[in-house]
């Protein structure tokens, strides 16, 4: 018997995410059980339950792929690794709530489910486009081995794993690039807020195959949008005589009816004057006239009572107001009549006032990243400003994902990238945080790609005692955004960072201009040896990761908060929610404490199960504490 049967036996409640229940299933069988046969879903029941025809063989198009069923019990899957805090990567530990996850995305973002579920404000990613120069670094699997582990190698075919074999080994395989998105975008929705959208930037080699994976994972009617992005205004000799020059930013919404209206920045009011000092305020001359109408309310003479001129609507168009409205703006002073006016000219104005907007925002436009501010070479500058060496081929620039998130973002609102490359989108989000004061988080992840000998970025990351991985230029770049902060010193230095006026208006940075690092290690698990017996796993003796671990299992508060320290590598708190660990190291009276504050206060205790034994403390305190594997 291991330390988790012990826990259950003895009636504690376990928090196990390595074996955590299926709610769906748990609520199918409970409600629906015929649709459940010796653990296999009866699709025939289930057709039958929710009224669909079950005979009849309906003709309809979607995306298979091959893969695709290994791809989603990868979605599934539990991950097998668990969070340790890098204090030396991180900056203002204690304070800020911006994070950076070192490691296989797939892996960051089922850690990050149990508490930023439904919470995700925006996502932005950049994956990998799928071309010829394109080297896949995450270490997906799609073979006999790993259907064994998925439980789903009876399901497939010898023919099934030839055609894996084959569709997987081959460079710029499409089958292969799908099966890698899809348990992502699956995770991607999970984590999205009802309000919440993504942005995906792409090219045309996978454009089609990503819209109809979208449309399938977020729901067709939720599409929003497909922008196109300049990438470049050089020429070239290409072979069809055909100067490619953009890309695309596929947008999808969670729930399309929940969304705010995505924003273009703010309109230009500079026609907006007041000349003779209207007390309604700014105004500008607005065309009375509209092309939708009808001859019986829409046509008829506005007549100027200096000059006795009649004007109708032009030829074709209506007066966009009834005769009884254009009275009323005439005794309101809206319609001004003019005391002189050539022949052809009308003979009065009307007035738009800048109150009556009813947003000063503008429109996000499907073309409004073909500005040439939006190119390729831009964001290639700034690194080079930043002295970021050119390892990344096609970066994006601060301001291409600045306009995305101010686009649909508020204060407080959180923005992820799970392909965080150079560290656009946390750099974009301390700049926008710095334009309207807001609060903004960031959650980057980014795998740790090792750098090849002979290239700049390595000998950059050897020449700043970094480790040679991608992961550490995401990190540097954001630690020399920071130190534009003016508390820290004052202005950026030449070598240090670009100055953000030249790109979003000269504005400090906010107050969060840290970042929380976190590196991936694995799982403990339980094993057996040769005799059979159990074989208790080694911890990393980082008391203050054991307690994030928890804090990210258990989901109740925000990892990124800082827990308070109670008693040092024992005892933490956010809140009224305990989180201990070592819980051998110290006497029952600390727990007594403890049990009075969550009594008083409705709290939580939760005891890392890892680094904990049954005991006559932990026995006496069962019915208040919650163990957690």
């Given at each position: ?129 799928n071309t010829s120069s394109d080297e896949f670094v995450y270490p997906d699997k799609f073979d006999r081995e790993e259907a064994e582990v998925l439980g789903i190698a ?476």
């Amino acid at each position: 018997m291991n330390d988790k049967q012990r826990f259950i036996q003895q009636g504690f409640s376990v928090l196990d995410t390595e074996n955590k229940e299926n709610k769906l299933i748990d609520f199918i069988k409970e409600h629906y059980p015929q649709v459940l046969k010796d653990g296999e879903l009866n699709l025939a029941e289930l057709k039958s339950v929710l009224g669909l025809p079950i005979d009849e063989k309906v003709n309809g198009y979607g995306l298979n792929f091959v893969g695709r069923g290994v791809a989603r019990a990868k979605y599934a899957q539990e991950t097998q690794k668990e969070l340790l805090l890098n204090r030396t990567l991180s900056k203002d530990i204690d304070t800020t709530q911006n994070m950076v996850l070192k490691g296989d995305n797939l892996d960051s973002l089922k850690l990050l489910k149990p508490h930023y579920s439904g919470k995700i404000k925006c996502i932005y990613i950049d994956p990998p486009y799928n071309t010829s120069s394109d080297e896949f670094v995450y270490p997906d699997k799609f073979d006999r081995e790993e259907a064994e582990v998925l439980g789903i190698a009876d399901n497939l075919s010898e023919e099934d794993f030839d055609r894996m074999e084959f569709s997987f080994k081959t460079k710029k395989s499409h089958n292969g690039w799908l099966a890698f998105m899809y348990p992502r975008l699956l995770l991607a929705r999970d984590l999205l807020a009802k309000d919440g959208v993504i942005f995906i930037s792409i090219d045309d080699n996978e454009q089609a195959n990503l819209k109809l994976l979208c449309d399938e994972i977020f729901g067709e009617e939720n599409f929003v949008a497909d922008f196109i992005r300049k990438t470049k205004s050089t020429t070239n000799d290409a072979k069809t005589g055909v100067n490619y020059q953009h890309e695309f930013l596929l947008c999808y919404a969670k729930n399309i009816e929940k969304i705010d209206r995505l924003k273009g920045g703010l309109k230009d009011t500079t026609k907006y004057t007041n000349p003779d000092n209207d007390p309604n305020g700014r105004w500008a001359v607005t065309d009375p006239s509209a092309k939708s109408g009808n001859f019986q309310n829409g046509y008829f003479p506005v007549i100027n009572p200096y000059t006795g001129k009649e004007d109708y609507p032009p030829k074709g168009m209506f007066w966009r107001f009834s005769k009884n409205t254009i009275q009323k703006h005439i005794d309101e002073g809206r319609i001004c009549f003019k005391k002189e006016h050539k022949p052809d000219e009308r003979g009065f104005i009307y007035k738009r006032y800048l109150k009556d907007l009813k947003t000063l925002d503008s429109t996000l436009d499907s073309l409004n990243f073909t500005d040439n501010k939006y190119m390729n070479q831009v964001a290639t500058k700034e690194l080079k400003e930043m002295e970021l060496v050119e390892y990344f081929s096609y970066p994006k620039g601060v301001k291409f994902v600045y306009d995305i998130i101010s686009s649909c973002t508020q204060d407080n609102d959180i923005i992820l990238d799970f392909f965080a490359g150079s560290g656009t989108t946390g750099h974009a989000v301390m700049a926008l945080n710095a334009e309207d004061g807001g609060n903004r988080k960031f959650i980057l992840c980014q795998i740790d790609e090792p750098i090849a000998e002979g290239k700049p970025a390595y000998q950059f990351c050897i020449d700043n005692d970094l480790p040679p991985v991608i992961s550490s230029i995401t990190i540097e770049r954001l630690r020399r955004v920071s130190s534009l902060n003016p508390s820290e010193g004052g202005t950026s230095n030449k070598g240090k960072a670009p100055s953000l006026s030249e790109r979003v208006g000269g504005e400090e940075l906010g107050e969060d201009y840290g970042f929380k690092v976190f590196d991936h290690t694995n799982a403990p698990k339980l094993t057996q040896d040769k005799n059979g017996q159990i074989v208790l796993p080694t911890l990393h003796n980082d008391a203050l990761s054991r307690i994030y671990t928890m804090i990210f299992k258990v989901g109740l508060d925000e990892p990124s908060q800082v827990p308070q320290e109670v008693l040092k590598d024992c005892i933490y708190k956010i809140g009224h929610y305990y989180y201990i660990t070592n819980s051998q190291r110290f006497s029952e009276d600390y727990f007594a404490n403890v049990i009075k504050d969550i009594s008083k206060n409705n709290g939580k205790i939760f005891v890392d199960g890892w680094t904990t034994s049954l005991n006559a403390t932990l026995q006496y305190y069962k019915e208040e504490i919650q163990i957690v594997f």
